[in-house]
Each structure stands twice: as C-alpha cells, then as structure tokens.
C-alpha cells in the first residue's frame, strides 16, 4: 500500500487512551497480589500488557472501529488468545496453587479445568461474534463493544486454562491437550474459511461503512478493497491461531517427552480413570 | 507376557491363525487367502505393491518412449493421458500407500512386542479392498477407456460433458473402495499403537518407525474421507446429473481443487512419513548409534501432521487466489521446511561420530538424504509464490515431487527392504546384486529426473504427450528417457535378488544388523504370535540393552516410564472412524455453504424445507441420544430389561426420524425438485442423504446390538462394547445438529 | 503484413526475462536457488566427510563408538539458520506477490488503470483472444506494444488451461466460470513462446501460442491491418474457396469478419494468413503445411474439433488460396 496510507495511519496512536488507565490498573493489580511471590515468568504478563497496548492504543484500535474488519480481527485475536495465554504463563505457580487449594476458589479451578467447557467458550466466540448482526452490533454499541471485549478475555482465560493451567493437576494429559488445540484449530480454520471465502459480507459495517471517514478513503484508494479486507480478517482468524495451537501442542509434546513427572502423574490419573471405565 | 495383547486376542473369538506347516499347495494358497496374521497379510500387501510397481513402471516407461523424440508417434495422445493418469494413480494408490501399509503392518506389531494388530480380520478385509479396488482400477481397460483425467482429475475436464466415458467412473469407484480400505487400515494401525504395546513400551519409547506409522495412521484417517467426500460429489455429478464440478450450471472448478488437496497434502506426508521412519531405523543401527535427538525427530513429526493440512492450496498458486491467500499458504509451506530440516540435521547428526557399516541398506538410506534434500529445497523454491507461477505445471515439478516420491520414499523401500528381509524371510539379500541395483538405480534415478527441472526452465509443460522439437529438448528427454531404461534395470536386478535370495540366501539367524528394536529379539521369520519371550522393555532400544548390558540405554538416557495406560480398543477405534467421518461431513457442509450463499444460485425464492415439521423430528433424533444413554446406564446397572427397552425406543426413534427424512423427500420430489434441479437440491439431497445413510447404519448396528442383548450375549460385562457404539449414535445426531442449522435455519447465510 | 514464425529466442526462457514482471521473479529465484545451492553443500558437505571420517574399516568388530543421545542446544543451534532462511524467503516472496500479483481479482477496476487490456479465453484447444479496445479478434497470437503495461483478462470456455509466457510475466490458470486478471508486458521487441500449462484433454500439447512485442510504429501499423476487414477475393481460385468455407460448414465454427460465422468453436481465421503457426503449435503457416492440415487434421493434432472434409486436390487448392488471401 502507499506511503501516504501508512502516514495516515501512523497517526493513529490513542496515546491518550482510557486504556492506560486498564493497563496500569492491571499492572497493579497483578503486583499488589503477587508481591513477595513473583518468579521469573512473571515477565510474560508483560506480553499481556502489550496485547492491551495493541488492542487499545496502536493504530489498530482505531481501525478496528468501522474502518478495516482486518484490524477488529486483530484485536479480537490478540484479546482472545495473546493477553489471556501471557497471562496464565506469568502467574507465579506457588502462590497460584496455595490460592487455587482454598476451599473456595477450588471449584472455580476445577470448572475451568474442565476442558469442555474452555474448548467451547473459547470456539463460541469466535463464531458467535461474526454472526453478521452481532458483529455490526458490537461496533454501533460500544457497551455492546466493552461486553464483546470482555468475553474474549474470559474466554480466552477459559480456553487456556487446560494447557497452560498454572497448577500442574488441572492440566489435560498431553495426548488429550493436543488432541483440545488441533479441534480447535479446526474450528477456526473452518471459521476462517468461512470468512475468506463467503461471498457475504459477515460484517456489513466494514463493506459500507458510514461515510465520512477520509481514512477509509484512502485506504480502499490504495487498492484494499472490502472484500480483500474480508479475506485478510478472514485468513488472520485462520492461520495466526492455528500456528499458535501448533506451537502450544509442540510446547505439550516438549513436556511429554520431558517426562515431568509430575505432569505426568496428573496426566496418567486421568488417563487411568478413562481407561479403567 | 503382554495381558492386554493376549486378551485382545481372545475378545476376537480366536481368529484362526495358520501355521507355518507344510500343505498341499491348493491348501498353501488358501492359507495366505484367509490368513488374517499380520504377518502375511503385510506380506501380501507388500508383493502387491510389487506386482503394481511393474504395471506402473512399465507405464512410466511407455511414455518415455514416447517422449524420447520429439513429435514421436509411438503412442497416441490419447492412450498418453490415460499412461500418465494410470501412472499416477497405481504409484500412489496401489504402490506407495500398500507397501508402506504394508511394512508396518509387518513390523509395527512386532517393534511393540504385540502378537498381532488389534483388529485382525479387519486387517486382512482392509487388505483385500486393495486388490479389489486395483482390479476395477485396470478393469476400465477392458471397458471404453481408462481414465484419462490425471491423477488429480481436476474438474471440469473430469465431469460428463469433457469425459463422458467410463474411465473415470472406475477410477472414482476404485479409489473410494481403497480409500475405505486405507482408512480401516489406518485405524487398525493407530489402534494397535495405542492399545498392544507391550508392558514397558510408553509412547515415548516405542520405535520411530511406529511412530511415524502411527501419525501416517492419524494422516490417513483425516486426510482421505476429503477424497471420498470430493470423489462422492464427482460421482453424483456424473451419474445423477448434479452440477457440483460443472460451472457451465453453476458449479465450481476450484472447490474441487481445494477438496482433492485437501487430501492431496497430507496424502504427500502420507507417502514420505515412513520412510522417513525406515531411516530413523537404518541410520542408527548402520552407524552402532541411538538416533540423534529421538524427541525432536518424533515430535517434528507432530509439527508437519499439523502444518500438511494447512498447506493445500500452495498446489493452486496459479489459479489465483489472491495475494493474502497466497502469501499465508507460502508461509504455511515454508514452515513446513523446518521441522523436515531438524530430520535432516538429526539423521545427519546420527552418522557423526558413528562407526558406519556401508551395507547396500545403508547406502539406499544415504542416497535417500541427499536426494530427499534436493526434492526438498525445490520444494522450498515452489514455497516461494513467485517461482511457483514461474515452474508449476512444468517438467520442473515433475522433477520436483519424483525427486521426493523416488529418492525420499523409494529408497527409503529399498533401504528398508534391504534391512528387514532377513526378518521376514531368515536370509540375507545378496549385497552384490544390492549394490549393481543401487549404482543402476541412482544413476538412473538422477539422469531422468535431474534433467527434468531442466525441462521446466526451457518450458516444458507437464502432460504434454508430445512436443516440437525446441532447442535442446529432444536431447535432454532422450537422456531422460535412458535414465527410465536403467531404473527399470534396476528394477530387474532387485527382483532377481528377492527371488534368488528368498531360496539361496544365507542364512540371516535373529539378528544379522545388530538391530535394537524389538523385532530382531525373535527369530527369523518370527513365528505366528510374534515373540516367544520379550525381553525387559526399559528404553528405546531394548534389545540394545539386552546385548549391552554395560551400555544400557536406562542407566545413561531416561525416557518417560510405561504407566500401563492401554485404552479400550473398541472405544478408540470407534473414535478414530468418527473422527474420519467428521472431515467428510464438514467438507459436505462446506460444500453446502459454498453453493448457497451468495449469488451462487444455489436456490432462488424461498427455501422449499419445512422447517417446523423437519424441527419436530429433530427433536426425535436428539431424543434418542438420550434414550441410548439411559440404555447405557441400564446395561452398566446391570438392568437387563431396562436396557432392552430403552434401546427399542432409540431403535424406534431413529425410524420415526428417518420416516420424517422419507416425508421430506417425498414432498420434494412431487414438487419437482429432485438432485439435478439445482445446486440447492444437490447440496440438500447429498448432505441429508448420507446423514440418512449414518442413521440407517446405525440403526441396523443398534438392532444387531438388540440381538445380542435379546439372546443374552451383551450384558453389563461388555457394556463398554455398547459404550463404544454409542460414539457412533451420539456422532450421527450432532452432524443432524449442524445440518439443521445450516441447512434449515441457514445459520451461515 | 506477415509476422513469419520466428523460433521464439529463448532456451531457457525461465532464465531470460524480458519484462519487469518476469525479470523481478527471476531475480528471486536466482536468490532461492543460490540459498539452495548453499544448504544443499552444507548438508550433502557434512554427509559426505561423515561418512567419509567415520566408515566403520573393521567389518563391524571395532570399538563401540560413543552412544550419544542428542542435545537440545544444538538442534536449536542448528535451527536459526534455517528459521532466518524461511522468514526471509517469506518476506521477499511477499514482497514480490504485492508487486507482480497486484491486479484485484473481484475490482477489475480499482487499482492501477492498464494502457491496455486483452480478453483471453481457453478453448480445447486453441486461445481466443480478443482486443475489446479495438474490436480485435484473434487466435492463437497475442500482440503488445512494448514497455506498456496490460491487463489480461482470463477466463474458459470449457475446461482448466493455463495461460503460461515465461518470457513476460506468471502463469495464470484459466477457469471457467471465473474471470482472472494480470499484468503482462514485454521490455523489448520479439516474439515469446507461450504454452498451455494445465491438463486440458486429449491434445493439450498442442496448446501453444506465441506473444508478439511491437515498437510503437509497429504496433500501430498492426492495429491499423487489424481493425479492418481482411479484401475478399473478387475471383479465381481464393474466390472458389470461400465458396467451399461458406457451404461445407467450415463458417459453423470459424468465423472471419467481413464473411460470417457466430460461433467460436474453432480459432477465428479473419486475419490468417498473418499468423505464424496452424494448429497451436502443430506447423508453421505455410502453404505446404496448410495443404497436410488441411486434407487430414486428425492426423496431426487428434481429437481436436476439425475433421477430415475429405477435400479433394482442387477444391483444397481453392481453400488453401482463399486461406492465403486472408491478409
């Protein structure tokens, strides 16, 4: 695309966005509750911030508001799979367990840890929120939109738990955590199939987008058309996540073959139950 | 010994085994007839391979002669295109799939301390869908034409109006009768991995080529229900006037293309993934070594599993699929370079530092890298989009995939052949012979196919059945053209060697290589049920361990401990025929989708489905989802007659569901709308047709199910027989799910 | 005018661009084939002195060697070269598929605006091609001004062809029901070899065309010859010929401006004698050639459309001179 399309967009930046007040909210929050007990990985939650940072103050938030679906695809993703998963990595395991054993809380770990239910919330999202009208919803509506947002969040909390699950007991057995990400991924290939190769227009707002913006003139001026821009959002739902499955199944076969034992004992009683039925 | 494999054993009734006894000959025969050992049933598969490998040699050889002069008329152009489509076909359907099939059905048991698969005589019926499939395959000779369309038979020159004789309707009926064979096969094979291991052998342990045959397995069981699904619409497009392929009424030439490579891709790994296994087994043991970096070899495996159904359309990057399709697939493709490189580096890494011992097996499996390398990096130079719209459909492409295909997959055979026929048949192959076959074979291999990319940069197109005579072109294809004589020498000298050898080898006693695995703990050939002791299974080379004892593997390298888990091989194979049943079905609704959204024209006005009436029998159908789980609970609670009931009322149920299905049909019928009128009808009756035909399926497995129930032989004992049935039931009643809503309620459009 | 059939000047015209499209994708394969070249010595290198260092001379009696496992380090180690590898390929060919592939596929219209467009349509086996911009038909030649740029317009009449210059520009499939656009262009002038690159059916291999390049007045003198009607015979034997073309059917399936025919079954003729070859590909045009085609077409490309009319030696005199006179 132009020169002139990228200066366009390079003024983009909500650097004064409430959402820094989100993202710093969040990083005190996560430092207040895990001071004294942070390790290592807490460095991950950095990449979560930055996922906020992308989401809400890139260029990509204000793009995502009616002008290019590709950019609403991106912060659905980032929102849905990259803030949730650095999350979940960055969560100190000692203080995490010692939480997640009082007795009330417990059953919130093992809810989540029951992967059905992440495998579905996780998948529902992504389609129910392409459902042309709520698509268009979301974005004329924007409690609609923070509700939308926020759901991606929770979900994605909920999908990864079962990978990524900070304590080792509620984490699927290998064999049946790559078998949770490679249906996954299946479902949002076929979504993103959908998307690319659907004759309609899944979000109408993007294809006739209220008039007005100079911004969207220039970028269709470029030659990205909406169609083209419904193929791109439509191969971004497609291939990013699926090699982000693929790269979490690779991450479950490195522990496999580890051999960790406890992740192997946890595994191996789920494994024993099901074979003893 | 191995509890699980002996039960397993037993639950199949005692499937007659046959010893190795002397017979008369008319008895010999009939023995390997109804044999259902794994053994010779891998044997069997093997030698048809064989028997096709001549056939579909002798057909690369005709074309060239053709092609060795230019504007030669040694054969028509018409005969030319079924030579080059019958080639295609036999290589991949009825030699490269058998005969790796058929290693693994050979070895996979015996490298897991199992006395045979898990499913014996579905083994042995697997197999015989080969033959049968190859017989109605070259029956079509006999008949009009063969097919003529290439192996791909790309749409539209596939349907009636551009190939209106028989030839493709043999070939789609042969292809769909192995395609069930491949696919029971695969389930067999991934079942037997997981469920006969012997006590020690964990999934991290067992053999790399039974790991590679356990992911081809899952790549079978994915990958060729696309094929069925796209074969099944081509079929209806040909015989029942439907327009799928046909964008003269509407259809589309691409979808066609995208469901072939949907199983196309995955059908290339299907190919190359055991010989890759065969050289993780040659290298080690040729250079005294473990292999170099057992996981990362393993799980690179997982990764190009993954990535091989994500890369299909890199083989349409000249049709235009617009730039971002094209560029994710490019990168998809791309991808896929890295986690074969680790092999390559691992393999590599494997000989270093080893002491080599330069047997003709060993020098097939070095021959195999460094001509697997090169396939490999034109493979890469096809990831790169550009050269793709430069090259593919070109003599360089064929270079390319013969280059993976011969010096990936064909020397891994040899290597593999040379390897374990001492096993199979207790003598060794002559290393003399072995080695004139390898120089004939090499030289050969790369004089025809080398000069082959030379063709595509002069522009050679693929498929040409002749040619002018251009600059340079008449020598190259003549070169080319001996190349093909000295690998059917070759080809000549290998079989003499098999023949020859089989009587007069000498003799190869247990184990002639100083193999680990544990195939060469037993004799040579090993007797009916495999093993007569087992040696202790603590790494992953236990008969390593065993001869050096002082070198064992578990005291210097860990791996995962066996924790004995052995699913139930029922539930798991019910599970895997799901799973390959669902890939038909999304590509049906795909399919459905595709011609109904839009201005495609699938339906003009308003839909003709009664949408409430269809609802209410929705209910039914899901309503007997429910009654079988209230049966299930029953036979679990030992509840005879409840069980009987509730499974009479799902009986029941799926009847009055499929009444509803007949209600449906017969009103559109007698409104004039039938599978021809249009893509909607065609969609429609296709996708609720094999619906019905599940549930019809279904019913009849639940009756039989009754049956036995009735007469007392399913009881609370073997409910998890029943369990394992109701994968299928509850299967059938979630597509009805997704039909409905895309179908009826046209959730998607 | 006669563009006689020069022999199209490439032997390795993968290898001799001669436009900016093609000249932009072989430098990318250059580059690609020296990265292969480089691994390939790596690999085929470090196996090469692994079996040369470490054969087993003993007959297998030696010394155990060193039982080695793997090590994590080095397989990552041994990955980044390999990772840096792929993501460049991916980002030059990107780079490339933007520039070359930039013609919108559903928006013919937005984007750069041609100096020209050609329509070009597979038939078995033969390519129409049409000039919506000067009222051109054609068959089997396409012509160019040169250093312009032009969109071609692809699409089928029956099954998948593929529509292949290696010269000029990619390869592009042509699909029926389905309409596809790119640039091509030719830098200098010249004659450049085209085939057809997808199974087609019976006679696929006699699918070739040739591209024809024109400096500005040649092209404009083509255009000129081509707008018009070709003369028609007013007499003798190309007279007795078009008589033989209109009444024995051959005018049901090739047309020629000026004398009739509606349907494009077979190449239109309006301009023949101009062309360079018969048959895509089969002969020169000549008179000698189009007497053999002539009096047995099945002989030399079988299954195609055209069959044996069974002209006796003057009435195909007559049709061949009438043929000729198609200027």
Sequence with gaps: ?????????????????????????????????????????????????????????????????????TAHMIQHLVLLLI????????????????????????????????????????????????????????????????????????????????????????????????????????GCTLLGIYLTFTPISVCPVFARPAAGTGLLEAVRAGGFSAGMDQRLGGLLMWVPPCVLYAGAIVAVCRRWYAGDEEAAATGESLEASESVK | MNGEATDSIEQDGGAPKDGATAEAPMGKILSWVTTVDHKRVGIMYILTAVFFLVIGGCEALLMRIQLAFPENDFISPAFFNQMFTMHGTTMVFLVGMPVLIGFANYFVPLQIGAKDVAFPRLNAMSFWMLPFGGFLLYYSFMTSTAPDAGWFSYAPLSTKPYTSLGGVDYWILALLVMGIGSVAGAINMAVTVLCLRAPGMSLQRVPLFTWMAFITALLTILALPALNSALAMLFIDRWLGAAFFEPARGGSALLWQHFFWIFGHPEVYILVLPAFGMISEVIPVFSRKPIYGYSFVAGSTVVIFLLSYGVWAHHMFAVGLGMFADIFFAIGTLLIALPTGVKVFNWTATMWGGSIQLKVSMLFAIAFLIEFVLGGLTGVMFAAVPVDWQL??????????????????????????????????????????????????????NLTFMLHHFLGVMGMPRRVYTYSDEPGWALLNGLSSLGAVLMALGTLVFVWNLWISKRKGKVAGNNPWGGFTLEWATTSPPPVENFTELPEIKSRRPVWDRDHPELADWKSAKTPE??????????????????????????????????????????????????????????????SSVTFWFAERALRGGNQGGFLRWLLITIVLGLVFLGGQAIEYAGLIQSGITIHSN?????????????????????????????????????????????????????????????????????LQ | ???????????????????????????????????????????????????????????????????????????????????????????????????????????????????????????????EVKYPGHGIVSANEVHLPVGKKIRIKLTSEDVIH?????????????????????????????????????????????????????????????????????EL???????????????????????????????????????????????????????????????????????????????????????????????
């Design chain 3, 1 to 127: 005018m006669v563009w006689l059939a020069e022999s199209a000047s490439s032997v390795y015209p993968v290898f001799d661009p001669a436009s900016p499209f093609a000249e932009a994708i072989y430098s990318l394969f250059l580059k690609v084939l020296a990265i292969s070249a480089v691994i390939f010595l790596i690999v085929a290198g470090l196996i090469t002195v692994a079996v040369i260092r470490f054969r087993d001379k003993t007959g297998g009696n030696g010394e155990v060697p060193k039982q080695d496992f793997g090590s994590h380090k080095q397989e990552i180690f041994w990955l980044v070269g390999p990772v840096i590898i792929v993501v460049w390929l991916a980002a030059i060919s990107a780079k490339l598929v933007f520039t070359v592939n930039a013609v919108p596929q559903a928006h013919p219209d937005a984007g750069e605006q041609p100096d020209e467009e050609i329509e070009v349509r597979g038939h078995q086996w033969f390519w």
């Design chain 2, 562 to 623: 066996d924790k004995g888990w052995r699913p139930f091989k029922g539930k798991m194979a019910i599970s895997a025929f799901v799973a390959s049943e669902v890939v038909f079905f999304v590509l049906l609704l795909v399919s459905f989708v595709v011609f109904n959204s839009g201005d495609r024209g699938g339906l003009d006005g308003p839909s003709p489905l009664n949408v409430p009436r269809t609802g209410v029998f929705t209910f039914i159908l899901l309503a």
């Design chain 2, 392 to 445: 593919t459909d070109t003599y360089f492409v064929v270079g390319h995939f013969h280059f993976v295909l011969i010096g990936g997959t064909v020397f891994g055979l040899f290597a593999a052949t040379y390897y374990w026929f001492p096993k199979m048949t207790g003598r060794m192959l002559s290393e003399g012979l072995g080695k004139l076959q390898f120089v004939l074979w090499v030289v050969g291999f």
């Design chain 1, 1 to 69: 695309m132009t020169g002139e399309l990228i200066n366009e967009i390079s003024v983009l930046w909500s650097w004064l966005s409430p959402a820094w007040l989100l993202i710093g909210a969040c990083l005190a929050a996560y430092l207040v509750a895990f001071w004294g007990g942070l390790e290592t990985r807490s460095w991950w939650f950095a990449g979560s911030l930055a996922g906020l940072f992308v989401a809400y103050v890139s260029p990509v938030y204000a793009l995502a508001d009616g002008v290019m679906f």
């Design chain 1, 83 to 186: 803030v949730p998963l650095c999350f979940l990595l960055s969560l100190p395991r000692a203080r995490m367990a010692e939480w997640l054993a009082r007795p009330k809380v417990e059953p919130l770990g093992r809810l989540l840890s029951f992967a059905p239910v992440g495998w579905a919330l996780g998948l529902s999202v992504m389609w129910v929120w392409h459902v042309p009208t709520l698509c268009t919803a979301s974005l004329q509506s924007s409690w609609l939109g923070v509700f939308q947002d926020v759901t991606f969040v929770v979900a994605g909390l909920a999908f990864w738990w079962p990978v990524f699950s900070p304590v080792k007991a509620q984490r699927l057995a290998p064999a049946s955590a790559a078998l949770y990400l490679f249906t996954a991924c299946v």
């Design chain 3, 233 to 327: 015979p007013t007499g003798g034997l190309a007279a007795a010929g078009q008589k033989i073309f209109e009444t024995a059917t051959c005018i049901d399936c090739h047309m020629i401006s000026g004398v009739g025919g509606t349907t494009m079954i077979a190449p239109d003729l309006t301009h023949f004698s101009s062309r360079g070859e018969i048959g895509g590909g089969v002969f020169v045009n000549n008179r000698e050639n189009l007497e053999k085609w002539l009096s047995d077409p099945q002989k030399w490309k079988p299954g195609c459309k055209m069959p044996n009319f069974k002209l006796d030696p003057e009435e195909l005199q007559q049709v061949v001179a009438f043929l000729e006179s198609l200027k």
């Design chain 2, 679 to 747: 893509l909607f009808a065609s969609t429609f009756f296709t996708v609720t047709g094999f619906h019905g035909f599940h549930v019809f399926g279904g019913i009849v497995a639940l009756t039989i199910l009754f049956i036995l129930g009735r007469k007392g032989d399913l009881t609370q004992k073997r409910s998890k027989v029943f369990s394992a049935a109701g994968i299928y039931w509850h299967f059938v009643d979630v597509v009805w799910i997704f039909v409905f809503a895309i179908i009826y309620l046209r959730v």
């Design chain 3, 162 to 230: 593929s529509f292949w210059v290696p010269q000029l520009t990619r390869k592009m499939d042509a699909i029926p029901g389905r309409d596809n656009y790119f640039w091509i262009g030719a830098s200098k002038p010249g004659v450049y070899q085209g085939r057809c690159t997808e199974f087609c059916g019976m006679v696929h291999a006699w699918m070739n065309f040739k591209v024809y390049a024109h400096d500005e007045a040649e092209w404009e003198e083509w255009i000129a010859a081509h707008t018009k009607d070709p």
